[in-house]
């Protein structure tokens, strides 16, 4: 079973083709085994070849209320009052550490991504 660091495209690909292969291999076999080692060598290769930037917090929360239907109005009671609502999403406020954790607990989001700095509206004007 060798098994190696992969360092090129071609040993990327060669990688995600034997995955594919070994998909339904049967749990605690050989080849489950090195499916798992694959697809953590697969993971690495991808997250130091091609990397994706953390959301903007405030495009994040967008999509997020996108995604599950909610409407300004229902975050008024993780934010605050409706003009903070719109205060934050217009980017005129930043959200306060204690939104973000009332966001994290009550919408399950990730805290490490509401937490990045952003530009806010004064900031986009004087640009």
Known sequence: M????IHNKKEY???LDEIEQLWTAPSKSAEADRLDVLTLLVEHYEKTHFPIA????????EHVMDSQGLSRKDLEPIIGP???VADILNRTRPLTLEMIRRL???LNLPADVLVKPYALREEFLAA
């Open 82 to 84: 409706r003009g903070r």
């Open 13 to 15: 690909k060669a990688a």
């Open 54 to 61: 953390d959301p903007d917090p405030i495009e994040f929360l």
């Open 104 to 106: 994290v607990s009550q």
């Open 2 to 5: 060798e098994i190696r660091t």
